[in-house]
Structures are given as structure tokens and as C-alpha cells.
């Protein structure tokens, strides 16, 4: 039997051994989901209200639990931990309250006597999830999709093995009847056999490019409905007449939060050239500041990474742009799975720090002449997850908003996910939506109804 070991990256000691699920057990478990749905699908509303406020009361009740794990597993730094599982708290409480009312059959006037739309759930649906946010990334999808009445099942990432389990408690202490959310303990090469079986409708995915590519392959052959969010290389556009003090404190939240691995996080920052001397100084101080070190800690606030291995990418990324003209102005260090804060200037077009996703804790800076330009650079991604802009001037932003190639544009704030709105990307970070009305439709049936009398 295969086993999967978890390593906590901080101290480099194994946490605990997982036996992976035989081809056998996960045939057994999604034919368990399966028929767990034909009846989970005739619960009401108030039913499965019930169960999903139960679910969000353990969360904050036993969060301490679930944050620990998180930091074990992949080093996010204790508060952050915290801070995501009340999130996961807030999405099920949203979902909970206004799940039904997003649900309702929507009458439409034609020549019937009366025709609708009514939305019904698909079945079970896979979930692929990463380990950066091990917690928030699962319950935005699985919250919405048992309030559909859909069967959730999750293939977590490997070094995150410990949150999987504990999701999956998360709803059995809740009370939901077994079967309704349950996870597969596989690694990556068990996916594709898991897509084709019959008996899971659909497929939601969020991870590398790559990684959705080929589940939108294997998908798209057997014909079933994929959700994918995948990576992101976010601009902070900041303008002149930017607010400089709060627009340094949003950028240094929004590149170095959870040690910046986050699809999201502002990577690229983008400034005009008459502040950009002031501003980067004074943005070096405060990254200065962020308190480094064990992530257990309550005030740490940048961990390691959750592998050596990603580290060394992120200082294969940071020598690279050097070589090619690069300046390091704070940090560009590495000792294992730790990387110092960093800060990057004379970071042009063409160098890995702009062109590439850095997933770690390295912000590149990069000048500009004029707005169009600064728009020109922001597009200039295969990605399109986010932007941020930064400038007092609201309404100019707002007119030019649209010319932004993304998935959310946010104004003097940074890019963040909100269970009320609706959050994705367009180009290489993917497509379909998560979250608000739109991410509770992604795994319906959109049904037609005709009646004449």
C-alpha cells in the first residue's frame, strides 16, 4: 500500500504517515457519494441550513485544531491559519442564508402558460484543491455545493493530507449524513481515473496551469462541466496621487501575506517614476518590519515555504532577473525552505520576476511614464486573475477599469476573494467563477421548463 509522509517545513520532522486510498476504496467511496446524493438531493433548504450553520459554529468552536494543522503541514504562520478557517466560518454562513433564495426557479415570460428556469444539483462533484490556503480553497466550493444538494469529494494536495481529513470533520461533527463530503487520500496520477468515473458529474480545480490543463483534458473527453482557478500575476498599479502611506501598507499585506504563495497576491508592482524613489524606500521599511520565524509563532508574520523545493525555484527566479539587470534591494536569500522578504527594482518585461509567477514571498518593482503604459504593462501576463490600482482619483479609475484584462478589478484595496462576490479569472488563470450567486450556479442544472395547459 502506498503511503504518503507528511513533513512539517519549518522544522524538516515528519508529522505523520498516510496510507493512500486503494484504487478499491476510492471506487467504493464515489460509489458511496453517489448513492448518498439521491436523497441528499431531496433535503429542503432549511434542512441543509441547519446542517451548514452547525458546520461554520465548529469551525470557530475547534479553529485553534484546525489552524495548528494548516501551519504543521505547510507553514502558514498561526494567526493567518486562524484567520482563514473564520473565514471558511463566513462562506458557510453566506451559503446557509442565501443559498435557497439563489436557488429559486427563475419565471420567465414567453408564450407559455408558464415557463421557468429551476436549478438542480449535478451529483458529486471532484474537487482538486492545492495546499497554499488548505482550508478556504475546499469550503468556497464545497459550501455552495451541498447547499445545491451536490456530493463533494476531495483529492487535496499531498503535503496537506492532515487539513483534508480534518475538512472532512469539519462536516461529520456538523451532523451531515455520511457520505455527503469525503476525502480521497491519492496522489496526482490517481485524478484522471477518478474524472472518467461515471458516477462523478463534474470537476472543479485549483493549481497550476498545467495541472488544469490536463484535468480540463481528461474532462473535456468525458464530456463533464469544469471549474478551473489557476494562477495569477497580479499588478499593483499605484498612480501619483496615490494615498502613499495606506497604499505601501496594502501592498506589503498584498505580496507577503501567507509568505506570499497566493494566486492572487500582488506580484508586479507598477508605479509612475516621479514617486516610484520615495515610495520603494519607504515600502522597504515596512517589509523590513514583517517579523520572520517559526510560524507557530503569534507574531510571525512571514513563514517558510511549504517545500524546500519551491524556495529553490523562487531564488532560481530572483538570480535570474539579477543576472539579467535586476536589483536587489532588500532580502534575495535562502536558507532551505525559508526565503528572506524580498524586493526587486529595475525589474523589466522581460525578466522571470515580471514574466513569471513567483510563488513566494518576492516583489517586483517596475516604472512608468503614463497611464496607458502602466495599463499596457499590467496586460502584459498570461494571466488575469486581478489588478489593484491605486489613486484618489475614483472616478478616472473606474473609466479605465475596463480596459484591464482580468478576472476583479479592485481600487486602492488589494485582491481578495469575498464569499459575496464572484471571483476567477480570465486567460491562463482559468475560467468559470467561484463564490456569490454566480459560484453556486457553476454546478447546477440550468433547467428549462415549458408548461401549456
Known amino acids: ?110 408564450d407559455a402558460h408558464k415557463s421557468y428556469v429551476s436549478y438542480e444539483p449535478l451529483g458529486v462533484v471532484l474537487a482538486v484543491m492545492p495546499w497554499n490556503y488548505p482550508f478556504w480553497q475546499v469550503f468556497r466550493f464545497a459550501a455552495p455545493a451541498l447547499m445545491a444538494g451536490n456530493i463533494g469529494v476531495l483529492k487535496h494536495a499531498s503535503n496537506v493530507f492532515g487539513s483534508a481529513l480534518n475538512i472532512e470533520k469539519v462536516f461529520k461533527r456538523a451532523g451531515f449524513p455520511e457520505h455527503c463530503f469525503t476525502t480521497l487520500l491519492v496522489g496526482s496520477d490517481a485524478v484522471a481515473e477518478i474524472i472518467e468515473n461515471e458516477k462523478v458529474k463534474a470537476v472543479t480545480l485549483t493549481g497550476s496551469g498545467p495541472a488544469g490543463s490536463s484535468v480540463a483534458s481528461i474532462a473535456g473527453k468525458n464530456i463533464k462541466k469544469t471549474v478551473l482557478e489557476l494562477g495569477g500575476n497580479n499588478a499593483l498599479v499605484v498612480l501619483r496621487d496615490c494615498d502613499m502611506e495606506k497604499t505601501i501598507a496594502t501592498c506589503v499585506q498584498a505580496r507577503f501575506q501567507n509568505t506570499g504563495q497566493s494566486c492572487i497576491a500582488g506580484k508586479r508592482l507598477i508605479i509612475d517614476a516621479s514617486i516610484s524613489e520615495e515610495f520603494v524606500e519607504k515600502l522597504v521599511h515596512k517589509v523590513r518590519e514583517l517579523k520572520s520565524g517559526n510560524p507557530m509563532s503569534e507574531e510571525t508574520f512571514v513563514g517558510t515555504l511549504a517545500r524546500e523545493d519551491l524556495a529553490k ?44 509567477e513567483t510563488f513566494g514571498p518576492v516583489l517586483s518593482v517596475t516604472t512608468f511614464k503614463n497611464v496607458n503604459e502602466a495599463i499596457a504593462l499590467s496586460n502584459n501576463s498570461k494571466f488575469g486573475l486581478g489588478v489593484s490600482i491605486f489613486t484618489k482619483d475614483i472616478e478616472e479609475a473606474q473609466k479605465m477599469a475596463f480596459q484591464f484584462d482580468e478576472g476583479a478589478v479592485f481600487i486602492n484595496e488589494l485582491v481578495k476573494s469575498d464569499p459575496r462576490l464572484p471571483f476567477g479569472g480570465v486567460k491562463e488563470s482559468g475560467y468559470g467563477r467561484e463564490l456569490s450567486i454566480n459560484g453556486i450556479h457553476e454546478f447546477v442544472n440550468k433547467k428549462t421548463v415549458y408548461i401549456n395547459k
Not at 20 to 39: G, L, S
Not at 339 to 355: G, Q
Request: one cysteine or more; glycine letters at 4%; aromatic letters at 10%.
Open 313 to 356: 525555484d523562487l531564488e532560481k527566479q530572483v538570480n535570474d532577473s539579477v543576472e539579467a539587470g535586476a536589483k536587489v534591494v532588500i532580502g534575495g536569500n535562502r536558507l532551505e525552505a525559508y526565503f528572506d522578504p524580498t524586493v526587486l527594482t529595475h525589474v523589466t518585461e522581460k525578466m522571470p520576476a515580471f514574466k513569471q
Open 1 to 110: 500500500m502506498a503511503t504518503t509522509i507528511s513533513i512539517n517545513p519549518y522544522s524538516g520532522k515528519e508529522i505523520k504517515s498516510y496510507n493512500n486510498h486503494t484504487k478499491k476504496e476510492v471506487e467504493e467511496i464515489i460509489d458511496k457519494a453517489d448513492k448518498r446524493f439521491y436523497n441528499w438531493r431531496e433535503t429542503s433548504f432549511a434542512q441543509r441550513k441547519k446542517l451548514m450553520l452547525a458546520a461554520a459554529f465548529e469551525l470557530k468552536e475547534n479553529k485553534e485544531e484546525y489552524a495548528e494543522t494548516m501551519t504543521l503541514e505547510m507553514g502558514k504562520p498561526i494567526s493567518q491559519a486562524l484567520a482563514e478557517v473564520e473565514k471558511c466560518a463566513w462562506v458557510c454562513e453566506y451559503y446557509a442564508e442565501n443559498a435557497e433564495e439563489q436557488l429559486q426557479n427563475k419565471i420567465i415570460k414567453t
